[in-house]
């Protein structure tokens, strides 16, 4: 499966600051979903925002999809230390239920 | 919500022993699980589909024979690295779709190291 690219590899900032991670795909989706994982767990399913949606909001969550751009953002709003993980986003959907093709991810530190 | 377990979370072999690694669905019935593995500081890579009652569909570049999946019932799915090689040190991860759902619950993973 071809992996979606993700900007930044990795980012630092401060708590209370927002944070933005960006996914690039290739191939047409259904879906497209964000996942966290901490350092040696499993992944966490945060949000998904299917392919006629534009704008997801859950939370402190913010996503993005803009299908004509094979694009979609993560915004983390104020920050805190324990948001540090990483951030995957993963496409689903196309020929395969269920499937899902992962982005590299994004490494998020929050300094408190 | 929905919770998928994996066991064993560690586990350590010499090179050419074989290793079962299981994945289970604690709450609900999982016709489709998946495989993934994860090296260090990258993504997850896709290795298979399991398919209760029926044969596993591998990836591209993915040895069935080396990878065996069992997808016995309906809440359990095992992976056996057969022959293990130190190549094969990696983090395994299992994930199943409750339902229709396009989302995915994911096990805590299986971090094998083979010397």
């Known amino acids: 499966s071809q992996q979606g690219e993700e900007d930044p590899q990795a980012l630092s900032i401060q708590e209370g600051e927002n944070a933005t991670m960006n996914c690039s795909y290739k191939t047409s989706i259904n879906n497209l979903q964000w996942y966290r994982q901490n350092s040696g767990r499993g992944l966490v399913h945060l949000i998904l925002?299917?392919?006629?949606?534009r704008e997801k909001h859950s939370g402190r969550l913010r996503v993005t999809l803009d299908t004509s751009k094979k694009s979609s953002s993560l915004l983390i709003t104020a920050s805190r230390a324990a948001d540090t993980a990483s951030y995957f986003c993963a496409m689903g959907g196309g020929t395969s239920y269920g499937k899902l093709t992962f982005g590299q991810g994004t490494i998020l530190t929050v300094h408190p | 919500g929905a919770v998928v377990s994996q066991h064993p979370s560690r586990v350590i072999c010499k090179s050419g022993t074989s290793v079962k690694i299981e994945c289970r669905s604690l709450?609900?019935?999982?016709?489709?699980m998946f495989w993934y593995r994860q090296f260090p500081k990258q993504s997850l890579m896709l290795m298979a589909t399991?398919?209760?009652?029926?044969?596993?569909?591998?990836e591209q570049g993915v040895e069935k024979d080396k990878f065996l999946i069992n997808h016995a019932s309906l809440t359990l799915s095992t992976l056996t690295v057969t022959s293990a090689h130190p190549e094969d040190s990696s983090f395994y991860i299992c994930s199943a779709p409750r339902g229709n759902s396009y989302e995915q619950y994911f096990g805590p993973g299986t971090r094998l190291t083979v010397t």
């Open positions: 925002i299917r392919s006629n949606e």
């Open positions: 399991s398919n209760e009652g029926s044969k596993a569909t591998y």
């Open positions: 709450d609900f019935q999982a016709t489709t």
